[in-house]
Protein backbone atom coordinates (compact mmCIF):
# COMPACT_ATOMS: atom_id res chain seq x y z
CA UNK A 1 0.00 0.00 0.00
CA UNK A 2 1.00 3.42 -1.22
CA UNK A 3 -0.02 5.61 2.23
CA UNK A 4 1.67 2.57 4.41
CA UNK A 5 4.99 3.89 6.04
CA UNK A 6 5.52 1.10 8.44
CA UNK A 7 8.46 -0.93 6.88
CA UNK A 8 8.02 -4.92 7.65
CA UNK A 9 11.21 -7.29 9.03
CA UNK A 10 11.23 -10.86 7.84
CA UNK A 11 12.50 -13.38 9.39
CA UNK A 12 14.94 -15.62 7.43
CA UNK A 13 12.21 -18.33 7.19
CA UNK A 14 10.18 -15.67 6.08
CA UNK A 15 12.05 -14.35 2.89
CA UNK A 16 12.80 -17.52 2.09
CA UNK A 17 9.55 -18.06 1.73
CA UNK A 18 8.99 -15.18 -0.30
CA UNK A 19 11.89 -15.77 -2.80
CA UNK A 20 10.30 -18.79 -3.17
CA UNK A 21 6.80 -17.14 -4.39
CA UNK A 22 8.95 -14.68 -6.38
CA UNK A 23 10.67 -17.80 -8.65
CA UNK A 24 6.77 -18.49 -9.61
CA UNK A 25 5.13 -18.44 -13.15
CA UNK A 26 1.52 -16.55 -12.75
CA UNK A 27 -0.04 -19.64 -13.17
CA UNK A 28 1.99 -21.43 -10.41
CA UNK A 29 1.16 -17.84 -8.20
CA UNK A 30 -2.58 -18.37 -8.99
CA UNK A 31 -2.97 -21.78 -8.05
CA UNK A 32 -0.87 -21.41 -4.67
CA UNK A 33 -3.19 -17.97 -4.08
CA UNK A 34 -6.12 -20.49 -4.78
CA UNK A 35 -5.21 -23.17 -1.97
CA UNK A 36 -4.20 -20.78 0.71
CA UNK A 37 -8.14 -19.18 0.06
CA UNK A 38 -9.42 -22.62 0.31
CA UNK A 39 -7.46 -23.94 2.87
CA UNK A 40 -6.74 -21.29 5.74
CA UNK A 41 -10.03 -18.82 4.30
CA UNK A 42 -7.96 -15.92 3.78
CA UNK A 43 -7.97 -13.73 0.44
CA UNK A 44 -4.97 -12.12 -1.48
CA UNK A 45 -7.76 -9.45 -2.55
CA UNK A 46 -6.86 -6.07 -1.35
CA UNK A 47 -9.42 -4.55 0.73
CA UNK A 48 -11.95 -2.55 -1.47
CA UNK A 49 -14.05 0.87 -0.48
CA UNK A 50 -17.58 -0.60 0.23
CA UNK A 51 -19.33 2.95 -1.07
CA UNK A 52 -17.40 5.85 -2.16
CA UNK A 53 -18.87 8.98 0.39
CA UNK A 54 -18.29 12.58 -0.21
CA UNK A 55 -14.88 13.80 -0.40
CA UNK A 56 -13.36 14.75 3.25
CA UNK A 57 -15.22 18.54 3.99
CA UNK A 58 -18.25 17.60 2.95
CA UNK A 59 -18.93 20.26 0.09
CA UNK A 60 -20.97 17.18 -2.20
CA UNK A 61 -21.57 19.78 -5.06
CA UNK A 62 -18.43 20.77 -5.89
CA UNK A 63 -17.99 17.03 -6.40
CA UNK A 64 -18.52 16.31 -9.76
CA UNK A 65 -19.63 12.97 -11.03
CA UNK A 66 -17.73 10.63 -12.93
CA UNK A 67 -18.75 10.04 -16.86
CA UNK A 68 -16.52 7.23 -17.56
CA UNK A 69 -15.47 4.57 -15.71
CA UNK A 70 -12.60 1.45 -15.59
CA UNK A 71 -14.23 -2.17 -14.95
CA UNK A 72 -11.75 -3.72 -13.18
CA UNK A 73 -11.85 -7.64 -12.37
CA UNK A 74 -10.97 -7.86 -8.98
CA UNK A 75 -11.63 -12.05 -8.42
CA UNK A 76 -12.72 -14.43 -10.12
CA UNK A 77 -15.67 -16.11 -7.59
CA UNK A 78 -15.87 -19.77 -7.19
CA UNK A 79 -17.95 -19.90 -11.12
CA UNK A 80 -13.89 -19.10 -12.66
CA UNK A 81 -15.46 -20.56 -16.17
CA UNK A 82 -18.45 -18.36 -16.02
CA UNK A 83 -16.12 -15.78 -14.98
CA UNK A 84 -14.09 -16.24 -18.24
CA UNK A 85 -17.32 -16.47 -19.88
CA UNK A 86 -18.47 -12.77 -19.20
CA UNK A 87 -15.06 -11.64 -19.64
CA UNK A 88 -15.15 -13.04 -23.56
CA UNK A 89 -18.64 -11.23 -23.67
CA UNK A 90 -17.73 -8.09 -22.66
CA UNK A 91 -14.68 -7.84 -24.48
CA UNK A 92 -14.47 -10.03 -26.69
CA UNK A 93 -11.29 -11.36 -25.91
CA UNK A 94 -10.12 -14.84 -27.25
CA UNK A 95 -10.47 -17.97 -24.68
CA UNK A 96 -6.90 -17.67 -24.07
CA UNK A 97 -6.51 -13.72 -23.24
CA UNK A 98 -10.26 -14.13 -21.43
CA UNK A 99 -8.63 -16.79 -19.26
CA UNK A 100 -5.39 -14.73 -18.77
CA UNK A 101 -7.62 -11.81 -17.95
CA UNK A 102 -9.50 -13.99 -15.36
CA UNK A 103 -6.02 -15.41 -13.98
CA UNK A 104 -4.44 -12.12 -13.40
CA UNK A 105 -6.88 -10.00 -11.62
CA UNK A 106 -7.01 -7.70 -10.41
CA UNK A 107 -7.19 -6.50 -13.93
CA UNK A 108 -8.45 -3.55 -15.76
CA UNK A 109 -10.77 -5.44 -17.99
CA UNK A 110 -12.21 -2.04 -19.65
CA UNK A 111 -11.06 1.38 -20.24
CA UNK A 112 -13.07 4.44 -20.19
CA UNK A 113 -16.38 3.26 -20.34
CA UNK A 114 -19.59 5.42 -19.87
CA UNK A 115 -21.30 5.09 -15.93
CA UNK A 116 -24.87 3.08 -17.23
CA UNK A 117 -22.25 0.59 -19.69
CA UNK A 118 -19.71 0.19 -16.83
CA UNK A 119 -22.47 -0.52 -14.70
CA UNK A 120 -23.83 -3.32 -16.95
CA UNK A 121 -20.55 -5.19 -17.32
CA UNK A 122 -20.31 -5.37 -13.56
CA UNK A 123 -23.60 -6.87 -12.99
CA UNK A 124 -22.58 -9.78 -15.72
CA UNK A 125 -19.56 -10.31 -13.75
CA UNK A 126 -21.07 -10.23 -10.54
CA UNK A 127 -24.04 -12.29 -11.55
CA UNK A 128 -20.86 -14.80 -12.77
CA UNK A 129 -19.66 -15.07 -9.48
CA UNK A 130 -16.59 -12.39 -10.21
CA UNK A 131 -16.13 -9.87 -7.97
CA UNK A 132 -15.55 -6.28 -10.29
CA UNK A 133 -14.88 -2.18 -8.94
CA UNK A 134 -15.71 0.24 -11.21
CA UNK A 135 -12.49 2.82 -10.77
Not at 4 to 32: G, H, M, R
Not at 34 to 49: D, L, N, Q, R, W
Not at 74 to 82: E, V
Not at 84 to 110: C, F, H, M, Q, S
Amino acid sequence: MADDTTTVELSKEEKTVIDAVEKLNVVQLNNVVKFMEEEYGISAAAPVAVAAGAPAGGDAGGAEEKSNYDVELTGAGDQKIAAIKAVREITGLPLGEAKAAVDGAPKVIKEGVPKDEAEEMKKKLEDAGATVTLK
